[in-house]
């Protein structure tokens, strides 16, 4: 198991940040490791989305946790590997958002995937900030 967190803290609200993380649609407003993205149905438990990073294949994940608000879980399963990433707002006392990525790989490609799936989290997190505190 290959386990991995960043995080950052914003002065918006948890209810902004969840305003732009259920927007899936725009995920490419602040995350240029997206090329295109496609949700297919309600951003809810058990619903699909199509991931394309730039010059890679695309990929599908499914949302597993969604607690709105709150955070959310996707699951990708990639030749046996599943990679968990784990979104999470936490309300600050100060009035602040901490938002967390937490990343949990398992599988016989973890330790090799997971450095490549989490490397661009740290500006990943800077640019929803940015955009979340406009």
Same mark, same amino acid.
């Given at each position: 198991?290959?386990?991995?967190? +960043?995080?950052?803290? *914003?002065?918006?609200?948890?209810?902004?940040?969840?305003?732009?993380?259920?927007?899936?649609?725009?995920?490419?407003d602040?995350n240029?490791?997206?090329?295109?993205?496609?949700?297919?149905?309600?951003?809810?438990?058990? *619903?699909q989305? *199509?991931?394309?990073?730039p010059?890679? +294949?695309?990929?599908?994940?499914?949302?597993?946790?969604?607690?709105?608000?709150?955070?959310?879980v996707?699951?990708?399963?990639?030749?046996?590997?599943r990679?968990?990433?784990?979104?999470?707002?936490?309300?600050?006392?100060?009035?602040?958002?901490?938002?967390v990525?937490?990343?949990?790989?398992?599988?016989?490609?973890?330790?090799?995937?997971?450095?490549?799936?989490t490397? +661009?989290?740290? +500006?990943?997190?800077?640019?929803?900030?940015?955009?979340?505190?406009?």
């Amino acid at each position: 198991m290959w386990i991995h967190e +960043d995080s950052i803290e *914003t002065t918006a609200s948890p209810a902004r940040v969840w305003e732009l993380l259920a927007n899936v649609e725009q995920w490419g407003d602040w995350n240029a490791g997206i090329e295109r993205i496609e949700l297919h149905g309600p951003f809810a438990n058990g *619903t699909q989305f *199509t991931m394309q990073p730039p010059g890679q +294949d695309a990929f599908v994940s499914t949302l597993v946790d969604v607690r709105p608000n709150e955070g959310f879980v996707d699951e990708t399963v990639v030749d046996g590997t599943r990679v968990l990433v784990d979104h999470q707002l936490v309300s600050l006392p100060s009035g602040h958002t901490k938002i967390v990525y937490r990343t949990e790989i398992t599988g016989p490609d973890a330790a090799a995937l997971g450095p490549m799936v989490t490397s +661009d989290f740290p +500006d990943v997190l800077a640019a929803l900030k940015r955009l979340a505190e406009r």
